[in-house]
């Protein structure tokens, strides 16, 4: 499992909204981003995206704290 970003690595803001963006090219909609959580940065990256590619893309997360 890759993580997307993390607070202790995975891709750079920039390398992921290229590999998003790519992935959409390719015909990819669906994401798991539970594994990358990172304190909402997979979020905040998600939102920086070209509103074509974000109101087609699908997520999954999940939230709370134990």
Do not use: T, W
């Amino acid at each position: 499992m890759a993580r997307l970003r993390s607070i202790d690595g995975g891709l750079s803001s920039s390398s992921l909204k290229h590999f998003l963006e790519n992935a959409f090219e390719k015909g990819i909609r669906f994401f798991d981003i539970a594994p990358s959580y990172a304190q909402s940065q997979v979020e905040q990256a998600i939102g920086r995206l070209n509103p074509r590619f974000r109101h087609e893309l699908f997520f999954c997360s999940k939230f709370g704290y134990c």
